[in-house]
């Protein structure tokens, strides 16, 4: 049994600190919190624990398993560990569910969420924007942020692909806990000033939800405006992302029923304008940007993808023309009435087309090639605008 707290109730206070270490692959918390171990003894050198988990289907039953018997094994004494595996009653899902604070609410449209929203949009198809979104997640990741994906492009979903994902969500009762992408060993890029890397000294996670882990890759998604809305919003309320530093969502090019859909349920949320240098594109992508006016969200900048392709000798060839990013920003700058910035222009790099068909951000393969490189910028700078606290209850009373 388990205390209203979560914690496990028969626990031998020698076993304790080492189940307390073992965390939820999914849910990111420690499974001692998670009300997972009704039970754990020791009898002579032999660790006995029992688990409890949320479906009997979990996907991460063998990971789970795995790393009990690791940490209850390293335990001075024990010799043999036996894990006994049970699956919670339909009233210990609903107690997690309270335990984790979930509701079937839009948490990221609460004035108080300290979540940065970005809407990445594009005017056209084809400028690469879902690599820039993953690319851009993954490299936060990096630095220590917890991250979380909407891939919100309904009709042309590619972000599990990106990222190699091909487990499925895990439902517990009405809750959707999306799949988590770790940051591989030897990319962390913590900051290392203290006033951002506070609290943030681990590395960071990818937590990424997608209509394409619910239907079969090969039949088409044809919904019209009312059902994409609808899925916009399941995403938004029913999948527990928990307490995310950075949520991105792959928005469909153009200005239709997913973008508006998305400046009504995320008001407060910024737009990242990508584009390619191409004239064609730059046309286009200035009215995804000026859509905000239209939704009350703000422009918080624009990405240049596909710029110049490096050559080995050196020199760049300007495969899809120059300095359209740059006219993006100063047209929707005046348009707007505010600072538009160019983030950066990503230049045209094998490396990314290569990563991305291996399921493996290119700021994860190739941390230093140059597309690589000016995405970390970019992340950077999203990862210093300001989450802004107009508005907001600070939680303290002024004394007179």
Same mark, same amino acid.
């Given at each position: 049994?388990?205390?209203?707290?979560?914690?496990?109730?028969?626990?031998?206070?020698?076993?304790?600190?080492?189940?307390? *270490?073992?965390?939820?692959?999914?849910?990111?918390?420690?499974?001692?919190?998670?009300?997972?171990?009704?039970?754990?003894?020791?009898?002579?050198?032999?660790?006995?624990?029992?688990?409890?988990?949320?479906?009997?289907?979990?996907?991460?039953?063998?990971?789970?398993?795995?790393?009990?018997?690791?940490?209850?094994?390293?335990?001075?004494?024990?010799?043999?560990?036996?894990?006994?595996? +049970?699956?919670?009653?339909?009233?210990?899902?609903?107690?997690?569910?309270?335990?984790? +604070?979930?509701?079937?609410?839009?948490?990221?449209?609460?004035?108080?969420?300290?979540?940065?929203?970005?809407?990445?949009?594009?005017?056209?198809?084809?400028?690469?924007?879902?690599?820039?979104?993953?690319?851009?997640?993954?490299?936060?990741?990096?630095?220590?942020?917890?991250? *979380?994906?909407?891939?919100?492009?309904?009709?042309?979903?590619?972000?599990?692909?990106?990222?190699?994902?091909?487990?499925?969500?895990?439902?517990?009762?009405?809750?959707?806990?999306?799949?988590?992408?770790?940051?591989?060993?030897?990319?962390?890029?913590?900051?290392?000033?203290?006033?951002?890397?506070?609290?943030?000294?681990?590395?960071?996670?990818?937590?990424?939800?997608?209509?394409?882990?619910?239907?079969?890759?090969?039949?088409?998604?044809?919904?019209?405006?009312?059902?994409?809305?609808?899925?916009?919003?399941?995403?938004?309320?029913?999948?527990?992302?928990?307490?995310?530093?950075?949520?991105?969502?792959?928005?469909?090019?153009?200005?239709?029923?997913?973008?508006?859909?998305?400046?009504?349920?995320?008001?407060?949320?910024?737009?990242?304008?990508?584009?390619?240098?191409?004239?064609?594109?730059?046309?286009?992508?200035?009215?995804?940007?000026?859509?905000?006016?239209?939704?009350?969200?703000?422009?918080?900048?624009?990405?240049?993808?596909?710029?110049?392709?490096?050559?080995?000798?050196?020199?760049?060839?300007?495969?899809?023309?120059?300095? *359209?990013?740059?006219?993006?920003?100063?047209?929707?700058?005046?348009?707007?009435?505010?600072?538009?910035?160019?983030?950066?222009?990503?230049?045209?790099?094998?490396?990314?087309?290569?990563?991305?068909?291996?399921?493996?951000?290119?700021?994860?393969?190739?941390?230093?090639?140059?597309?690589?490189?000016?995405?970390?910028?970019?992340?950077?700078?999203?990862?210093?605008?300001?989450?802004?606290?107009?508005?907001?209850?600070?939680?303290?009373?002024?004394?007179?």
């Amino acid at each position: 049994m388990t205390g209203k707290d979560g914690t496990a109730g028969t626990v031998d206070p020698r076993l304790r600190s080492a189940l307390d *270490g073992v965390i939820d692959p999914e849910l990111r918390r420690p499974v001692t919190e998670l009300g997972m171990i009704p039970a754990a003894t020791l009898d002579g050198t032999t660790a006995h624990v029992t688990v409890l988990l949320t479906v009997s289907g979990c996907p991460l039953r063998g990971t789970i398993e795995a790393d009990l018997r690791t940490a209850l094994s390293e335990v001075p004494g024990v010799t043999e560990v036996v894990v006994d595996v +049970g699956v919670m009653t339909p009233e210990q899902r609903r107690e997690l569910q309270e335990r984790l +604070g979930h509701h079937r609410s839009n948490p990221f449209a609460d004035p108080d969420s300290l979540t940065r929203v970005h809407a990445v949009t594009s005017g056209k198809g084809g400028v690469g924007k879902s690599s820039v979104t993953v690319n851009l997640a993954a490299a936060l990741a990096a630095m220590g942020r917890t991250v *979380g994906i909407v891939d919100a492009d309904v009709h042309g979903f590619s972000v599990p692909g990106l990222l190699g994902i091909t487990q499925s969500p895990t439902r517990v009762g009405d809750m959707i806990l999306p799949p988590v992408v770790e940051v591989p060993e030897g990319v962390d890029r913590l900051p290392q000033d203290s006033a951002a890397g506070a609290g943030h000294r681990s590395r960071g996670v990818v937590k990424v939800i997608s209509i394409g882990m619910f239907v079969d890759p090969a039949q088409p998604v044809a919904w019209r405006g009312p059902m994409l809305h609808r899925a916009v919003e399941q995403f938004l309320t029913d999948v527990h992302f928990g307490d995310l530093d950075h949520l991105l969502l792959d928005l469909p090019p153009g200005t239709g029923d997913i973008a508006i859909s998305v400046g009504q349920l995320l008001p407060r949320s910024g737009v990242l304008v990508v584009s390619t240098p191409q004239h064609a594109a730059v046309s286009v992508a200035q009215r995804s940007g000026t859509l905000a006016e239209q939704t009350g969200q703000r422009v918080t900048g624009v990405v240049e993808n596909m710029s110049a392709m490096v050559m080995p000798d050196g020199s760049r060839m300007e495969v899809f023309g120059a300095g *359209g990013g740059e006219t993006i920003a100063t047209s929707l700058s005046e348009r707007l009435g505010y600072p538009v910035p160019l983030l950066g222009s990503v230049p045209l790099d094998v490396t990314v087309r290569e990563a991305s068909d291996r399921g493996v951000p290119a700021v994860w393969a190739d941390p230093d090639s140059p597309a690589a490189a000016q995405l970390w910028e970019i992340a950077r700078a999203l990862d210093r605008q300001g989450r802004g606290l107009a508005g907001r209850s600070l939680g303290i009373t002024p004394r007179g």
